[in-house]
């Protein structure tokens, strides 16, 4: 792992030129794992390294990945407009790289963003920059960022190159976001995670079903009102390969569209109070006997 730095001269020769900058950043970030963020703020004024730490994320250089981890408390929209303007413009092999190394720039600015846990309120400092080609986003768990509300107010532009979604236990997340996200916002989506938004029905997963036949892996794990109708295509199949319904309304109806259905692999049904033993112990059978190892946890 490498420290992301902004590109000016002052900020990068006081993290260099710091005492603490001879422990490795995972020691780094263990210290702050410790620290409230009052406390690591408190700190970084002392220590250029932890300030560089609170205030940048730690990127793995191969798969450009921004990590943001135990410090998800420390970001607010401020500081993401800072870490998208920065454009993650120097990258380091170690905190002891010589000064006159070259910096080494990615092919593209950030590929997997984890907002989870953050205090984030708006997208819109991603949304301004349109080469920011984001592929997996997380926002799951983020207590002020409220789907239904901010989704569509703070993208202005579609995020084409997204594949990959969570959303789970977000507030107010309902059918209209997800028409939303499948219909203008996320027109390639492949993997969406929903889990525990209760407001989330069987129309909301038509819209999916309709405009995203391309999604292969949905999780919709404690989403109370889903029954499982709304994931039947209009083929009576489903087109999900990986399906998680655990701790949901699903009936066996749906269970047995998905052992028909050719593109299934896995489905967690665990938890499901409307589908009974009997049914259970068949569908099991129907899943253990399937030609292609298709997986049915129950």
């Known amino acids: 792992m490498c420290l992301l730095l902004p590109r000016h001269g002052d900020d990068l020769q006081c993290a260099r030129s710091c005492p603490w ?44 990945r921004v990590d943001l981890g135990a410090l998800g408390q420390l970001v607010d929209d401020d500081r ?46 991603l949304a301004a920059n349109d080469a920011l080609d984001l592929v997996h986003l997380r926002l799951d768990r983020a207590p002020y960022f409220f789907p239904a509300q901010q989704l569509r107010a703070s993208l202005r532009a579609p ?13 107010g997340t309902n059918d209209a976001t997800l028409h939303d996200l499948a219909a203008t916002l996320c027109p390639r989506l492949e993997v969406l995670d929903i889990a525990f938004c209760e407001r989330v029905t069987d129309a909301g997963l038509a819209c999916l079903v309709v405009h995203l036949p391309q999604l292969r892996r949905l999780r919709v794990t404690g989403c109370v009102m889903i029954e499982g109708h709304g994931l039947v295509a209009a083929d ?20 047995w569209a998905c052992a028909r259905s050719p593109s299934v692999r896995y489905v967690n049904a665990c938890a499901c109070p409307f589908v009974t033993d009997d049914e259970g112990r068949e569908l099991l059978r129907v899943f253990r006997d399937d030609p292609h190892g298709k997986v049915l946890l129950l």
């Not at 303007?85 to 010589?98: I, K, N």
Request: charged share 10%; aromatic share 6%.
């Open 159 to 171: 995020l084409t190159h997204l594949r990959s979604l969570s959303l789970a236990h977000t507030t």
């Open 80 to 125: 993401l407009q800072v870490l998208v303007t920065t454009r993650f413009s120097a990258f380091f092999p170690s905190p002891l790289a010589s000064p006159s190394a070259t910096p080494v720039p990615p092919s593209r600015w950030v590929r997997d963003l984890d907002l989870s846990t953050t205090w984030i309120r708006t997208l819109a400092p």
């Open 21 to 64: 900058a001879v422990f490795p950043i995972e020691t780094l970030l263990q210290i702050a794992l410790f620290c409230s963020p009052a406390s690591l703020l408190a700190a970084g004024r002392a220590c250029p390294a932890l300030d560089a730490i609170s205030r940048h994320p730690l990127v793995v250089q191969c798969h450009f």
């Open 236 to 255: 009576g199949n489903v087109h999900v390969a990986v399906l998680d319904v655990d701790l949901t309304a699903v009936t066996a109806d749906v269970l």
